[in-house]
């Protein structure tokens, strides 16, 4: 059962209330690190403001901040770190074809690292509508 979303056609109220056991599994399975959802050109979903009128939801996430810190500190310290080294491969004559062919797998590693931590920041940081 989908329960996202109270606009969602699978929304399940009863689970989101009453069933703590289930929401704090969906809630452990699903969004352990991300609350703040992008479903579809812009559109988010932030879960705690979603849930905050459901009580067995709310617990749930609220169960889920101490890995709050975590991931946050993760996602910030990694910053400087990725703009040094992207820094580096941005400079003139680093990403020649031949460079970019012998190291695909490794660039590819680390532009991902780069999206998921912007990515990440740009939906947890930013202020609700």
Same mark, same amino acid.
């Given at each position: 059962?989908?329960?996202?979303?109270?606009?969602?056609?699978?929304? *399940?109220?009863?689970? !989101?209330? &009453?069933?703590?056991?289930?929401? %704090?599994?969906?809630?452990? #399975? /699903?969004?352990?690190?991300?609350?703040?959802?992008?479903?579809?050109?812009?559109?988010?979903?932030?879960?705690?403001?979603?849930?905050?009128?459901?009580?067995? *939801?709310?617990?749930? !996430?609220? &169960?889920?901040?101490?890995?709050? %810190?975590?991931?946050?500190? #993760? /996602?910030?310290?990694?910053?400087?770190?990725?703009?040094?080294?992207?820094?580096?491969?941005?400079?003139?004559?680093?990403?020649?074809?031949?460079?970019?062919?012998?190291?695909?797998?490794?660039?590819?590693?680390?532009?991902?690292?780069?999206?998921?931590?912007?990515?990440?920041?740009?939906?947890?940081?930013?202020?609700?509508?």
């Amino acid at each position: 059962k989908a329960v996202v979303s109270t606009q969602s056609t699978g929304f *399940a109220p009863d689970i !989101l209330h &009453n069933q703590q056991a289930v929401m %704090r599994e969906i809630v452990d #399975k /699903h969004f352990p690190d991300n609350w703040v959802l992008d479903v579809y050109m812009g559109l988010t979903v932030n879960l705690v403001l979603e849930w905050e009128k459901f009580r067995a *939801a709310a617990t749930a !996430l609220n &169960n889920t901040f101490d890995n709050v %810190r975590v991931v946050s500190r #993760k /996602h910030v310290q990694s910053i400087p770190k990725l703009c040094d080294r992207a820094l580096k491969l941005l400079q003139e004559g680093v990403l020649v074809e031949d460079y970019v062919l012998d190291h695909i797998p490794k660039l590819m590693t680390f532009l991902r690292e780069c999206n998921c931590t912007l990515r990440w920041m740009m939906l947890h940081t930013a202020a609700p509508p």
